[in-house]
């Protein structure tokens, strides 16, 4: 009975703190982003946003084509809504571009 409260003990001052002390540090040495992943970030962003603007004019030409086409409700160009996240957006990114130089 005596080996079983000394055991608890060791369990609960040595090892429950040395188990959280080992995955805080494994947490702070995870990787983070990195300078290549920004950039690619960054390229994937200018790749989407070319590829809608690819889209609007597609869609644009069809409907011009075809009096009884109607576009997919997708993001609208003119919907301040998305415009303002865009905006939002592209100012983190030149506040970020701004900083780097």
Same mark, same amino acid.
Do not use: C
């Given at each position: 009975?005596?080996?079983? =409260?000394?055991?608890?003990?060791?369990?609960?001052?040595? =090892?429950?703190?040395?188990?959280?002390?080992?995955?805080?540090?494994?947490?702070?040495?995870?990787?983070?982003?990195?300078? !290549?992943?920004?950039?690619?970030?960054?390229?994937?962003?200018?790749?989407?946003?070319?590829? !809608?603007?690819?889209?609007?004019?597609?869609?644009?030409?069809?409907?011009?084509?075809?009096? =009884?086409?109607?576009?997919?409700?997708?993001?609208?160009? !003119?919907?301040?809504? !998305?415009?303002?996240?865009?905006?939002?957006?592209?100012?983190?990114?030149?506040?970020?571009? =701004?900083?780097?130089?």
């Amino acid at each position: 009975m005596e080996i079983e =409260g000394v055991m608890a003990i060791v369990a609960l001052f040595i =090892g429950l703190p040395w188990l959280v002390l080992h995955y805080m540090t494994k947490w702070k040495t995870a990787p983070t982003i990195t300078a !290549d992943d920004e950039v690619l970030l960054d390229e994937l962003y200018n790749l989407a946003k070319r590829l !809608d603007e690819r889209m609007d004019t597609v869609e644009r030409l069809v409907a011009s084509d075809d009096p =009884g086409f109607a576009p997919a409700r997708r993001l609208i160009a !003119d919907q301040e809504k !998305d415009n303002q996240q865009l905006r939002e957006l592209e100012a983190l990114i030149a506040e970020k571009k =701004g900083t780097r130089s």
